[in-house]
């Protein structure tokens, strides 16, 4: 990771997907009929390359010892976990069916826990430190949440429902550690999906329609897949993400 | 009735004044033997003129006579003989005492411009030369006036762009020769809105200084202590005569000009610059004034942006380094307030108070603020329309926070806080401070801003880069008193508890229902008292300006640990980057030097010390992850420079040129490098002849008899050198400085810190300083000298009054 390092600017990257024009319309909820679906499985062009192994030189004992990186998890049949797809520009649809709950993102082994998140606009939330160490939760965002602060050991920051102000991508990271990296999508329609660990998604009870699909990849960036979704069909996409 | 003066008192009086006259109506530098001697000769010339008429002479000799001789004067006589006796005395002690006072150093301002220079393969005659760019204006102000001001802005504009691309580290911002590197320069780099200054010169003068630069001057204007460099090597004719447009246009003033219609055409124009800018908005004022650095729609990329370090502020992103609200609050309008008009230290921010009344400030800041695309100060239930494509806030009630940081429970500063404060440090700080607080990060990670920049913890030690935080160099008064220290502390507290927004800085206060706090309130105060503390062996830059050499029994100290150099005192000199000539460095992050000297009958030893977060040895594992990807990693590197023995003098004083001497004055360059592990290097000394800034340096055969030795510890270099005083006869080293007792000697110094890309021409700097060898006090000479003085004046007296009294005239015995 470390000898992989951009130095162009990490916010030029980021903006690139986390900027939902403030503009936009909000997305309103509607009685869908006849939705349809659109499922799949994103997978490599290649041979998922053996992860790097990240040097824990700090904190060792209560982080456990060097690392496989798990910036880009691929399951022994080839599918890619933690992808966000998410339907792009979509003004109206099905209401949000996401886990109505408290999200928790927690710190342990010096490590995010889960890595990648979806949640939900003004979604209330803790983040935890599970290590016998402190560390400096530190995000970057463009306004949607920015914080840096030091939690200790068994502590815990809370995140009202108020904290976070608007919809894109939030990157984690701990000033410490700097091997700790994670990211949390606040997603600006309920059309926002995370692949599963065989790289498996759906998106459920879309209006009919065509549609722009963003695909994003922590490790390697986003792309897109147009789609058109028929009434009340499922619709196959696969997604190849390129090395 | 008139009175009449005596002559003995007409001439005291005269006198008197003479003297008064010297003493405060010229300016402050009139070195004491020139007063001296001008005195003197007052004094001869009354002595002339009253001696010059026989009746004159007995008039003034006779109240001296009477009191010498007279017997109604003895009560007078004999203190007044005492007095007289002491001052010759202690005129003696003044001379023979031992003195730390550097040679006198007498810069002419405005020296005299040659008759012609050449530059640019032409020869430009100085008595008629004029700005071709505001001819060319001038000109077509007859036939065009849009056009002409078209052409005055667009050089204006294209002069700003030069000097922000190259003066303005030194010249500063406001062009008041406060720049950010200027502190490490002596003389101070030129205030250009001082209207002693360009207002009083020809533009033709303008262009001989900064074509030619320091190495231009004559000797009255001392060029070997100028770092302004020679600019007709990077800036081609148009560029220079540009940024001459620049400057009379920012400070709005005229040059001095011979032809009276041309000179009123231009005040006319620079009235009405003047009228247009008095009635300016926020707006137009950031525009004008702030947009070459933080950009035009604020984003930090203005096009001076890519040469600082720390990088001006991207407004657009809500992230705010310096403010006082709670936790993650956008800042408060006070907040912005004190920015614009204190500045921010150690940055290339400078305070604006002098150019922008408190009104436009606070114009300015609403500015500053409608440049935000993250809401932070948007009502929470403002409406999608009232933002645009951006994000800016487009209604004018943006929010004003008023939420302020508790200061509460100040713990007061002792040695029990401290021990406490360094516990809590050690657990929470250390991993990015460093162990002695030096920034070093004893992490080895490589912090980011939040812009994906790379940044450093700051230096505990050196205060003087502090921001917003050190309150002795914010107008504030003596570091070392009470009350500027509680102050200081309480501005630590601050950044401990909110933390420094979009840097790797958290904060340690809980500002939210069902958090605690990550330091609770008193181990804040704690470890900011410890924080203060870090500075307490700390020479600041300016401190001790003349190195003093101690004299050392026995031999001198091999190692950088040794007992010996404690009791020798450290003066700090500034750093400055090699701006002066390519390939320059423009982001330097070590900031000042140490040294301390010692020295026995046979050898001179220094100790140079400075903080250094990386050491810096290509290959090495330790500090693997620090280097930056694009910058190769170089060895750090210290290097010494004297003057070759006959390349100096001090009365009158003359040196060579502070960068690699000159064709006639060549210097000696005692370098040091830390070597590398791969390839597989170690330390080494060279000794480099430089013998001009445009010949390359020649590195001698053999260091010879020139030992060194360096180590890096928690954030800090020591490298010590020691050679011996004089080069024996005959040897490589025959010509080289020669280290005697008494005498001043010039001495500067460089350093290299390889991870930031340091290399070469690529490096920091100081310009000359003095170092001396005290003379032992000889107590003989300094007290025996004046008392025998004084002894001699008074028989001398005593046989006076004895043979006047002898020779008074008869009949006279009472003196009546």
Known sequence: MKTLRILIPVLGCLLAFAAAPA???????????????????????????????????????????????????????????????RIEKIAAGKDWDMPAAEFTFDQKKCAFTPRIMV??????????????????FHTISKGVFNINKKIQPGSKLAVSNKKIRKTGMVKAKCDIHSWMGGAWWVADNPYTVLSDKDGNFTLTNVPPGKYSIAIWHEKLGESKQQVEVGAGADTKMDVVLKL | MRVRIPAFWQAVLVLVAAWLILSFAFPPFMPRSLMISYTIIVLAGLLLYFSSDEQRWREFKSPVIATLRDDNRTLLRWPLLVVVSLLPGYAVYDAVKPSLEKPLE????????????????????????????????????????????????????????????????CHGDQLDGKGHFASALDPLPTDFGDVGTIAQLQESFLFWRITTGGPGLPKGGMPWNSAMPVWHEMLNEEEVWNVITFLFDYVSQVPR??????????????????????????????????????????????????????????????????????????????DLFDTIKLGLEGSSMPGWSKLFTDKQIDELVQVVKAFDTTAIWAPEDADDEAFDDEGHYLKDDALVINDEEPIEGQVPYSAESVALGKEIFEENCRKCHGERGRGDLTSGEFLEDDWGYRIWPRDLTQPWTWRATETSTRGGGNPRDDAEREATIRNIYRRVSIGIRGTPMPSHRATDEGEEDAIPLDGRWHVANYAYSLRENTTWPGERNVIQGVEWQGELPDGVDDAAWREVPQSTFRLFPNIIKQDRLFTPLNDAISVRTLYNEK????????????????????????????????????????????????????????????????????????????????????????????????????????????????????????????????????????????????VSFANWDG??????????????????????????????????????????????????????????????
Request: aromatic share 10%; proline share 7%; glycine share 8%.
């Open chain 1, 23 to 85: 503009s936009a319309a909000k997305y309103k909820v509607a009685s869908v009929s006849d939705g349809g679906s659109i499922s799949g499985r994103v997978t490599l062009n290649g041979a998922a390359p053996a992860p790097e192994i990240l040097k824990v030189d700090e904190d060792v004992e209560a982080c456990g010892g060097d690392r496989p990186s798990d910036e880009l998890l691929v399951s022994a049949n080839g599918g890619v976990q933690n992808v966000i797809l």
């Open chain 2, 106 to 169: 007498l810069r002419q301002v405005h020296p005299s411009p040659p008759a012609s220079i050449k530059v640019y393969d032409k020869s430009f005659d100085l008595a008629t030369l004029e700005n071709p760019v505001r001819m060319r204006v001038l000109e077509q102000l007859e036939q065009d006036e849009e056009a002409a001001w078209e052409s005055y802005r667009e050089a204006v504009r294209k002069g700003s762009l030069v000097y922000y691309s190259n003066c303005f580290y």
């Open chain 1, 119 to 136: 949640i939900k606009p003004k979604m209330a939330g803790v983040v935890l430190n599970s290590d016998s160490v402190g560390h400096n």
């Open chain 2, 603 to 746: 050898e001179i030893a220094f100790l140079l010390e400075f903080n250094d977060r990386t050491e810096s040895l290509p290959g090495g594992a330790v500090m693997s992850q620090l280097p930056d990807q694009d910058e190769q990693m170089f060895s750090d590197a210290v290097a010494l420079q004297f003057p070759k023995e006959s390349a100096y003098s001090t009365a009158p004083v003359e040196k060579p040129l502070f960068r690699h001497g000159d064709a006639k004055h060549h210097t000696t360059i005692w370098y040091w490098n830390a070597g590398s592990v791969e390839p597989a290097a170690e330390s080494r000394a060279i000794l480099f002849d430089a013998t001009g800034p445009n010949s390359k340096l020649s590195p001698r055969a053999s260091t010879g008899d020139l030992f060194t030795r360096g180590a890096w510890q928690e954030g800090r270099w020591r490298v010590l050198f020691k050679r011996p005083r004089g080069a024996a006869e005959g040897s490589d080293n025959a010509g080289d400085i020669v280290f005697r007792k008494g005498q001043f000697i010039p």
């Open chain 2, 755 to 816: 991870n930031n890309g340091e290399v070469r021409s690529k490096h920091t700097q100081t310009p000359w300083f003095w170092l001396l060898l005290p003379h032992e006090t000889d107590y003989n000479l300094v007290y025996g000298a004046p008392a025998a003085t004084t002894l001699g004046f008074l028989l001398a007296g005593i046989l006076l009054v004895w043979y006047l009294r002898r020779k008074r005239p008869a009949g006279d015995e009472s003196g009546a």
């Open chain 2, 257 to 334: 000009m011979w032809d009276p219609g041309i000179s009123k055409s231009v005040s006319r124009m620079k009235d009405s610059v003047v009228s247009a800018r008095a009635s300016m908005g926020g707006e137009e004022i950031y525009q004008l004034r702030c947009a070459v650095c933080h950009g035009e729609s604020g984003a930090g990329d203005g096009p001076a942006a890519e040469f600082l370090y720390p990088r001006p502020r991207d407004f657009t992103l809500g992230l705010w380094k310096y403010k006082t609200s709670p936790g993650d609050l956008a800042p408060r309008d006070a």
